[in-house]
């Protein structure tokens, strides 16, 4: 794994533990910029193949994470919701 994929995977990780959506979109765009780049310089049809490969792992592995953590703030806003109806509900009894 080459160092800019490391560091990009490493700021992925916090980003997604920090639950920052601002940070993980930014990392979204230099990771797509970093494999366009990677993928042309490439000139052996073999390292390129492996090098796809491995981006698409990243990738795959990333989307994995996204979407539990989408999965993650979807469930917040629900329980906020009801518990807003709940305060509602209250606030209006008296």
Not at 1 to 11: G, K, P, T, W, Y
Not at 56 to 63: A, E, K, M, P
């Amino acid at each position: 794994m080459s160092d800019m994929l490391m560091s990009l995977h490493q700021r992925f990780e916090e980003a997604a533990k920090e639950e920052d959506a601002e940070k993980l979109a930014s990392l979204l765009s230099e990771f797509d910029v970093f494999c366009r780049e990677q993928v042309e310089s490439q000139n052996d049809d073999t390292e390129k193949e492996q090098l796809i490969r491995q981006l698409l792992n990243t990738q795959q592995s990333w989307q994995s994470k996204i979407l539990q953590l989408k999965s993650k703030v979807q469930q917040k806003i629900a329980d906020i919701k009801s518990n807003g109806k709940k305060i509602n509900k209250y606030l209006t009894s008296y």
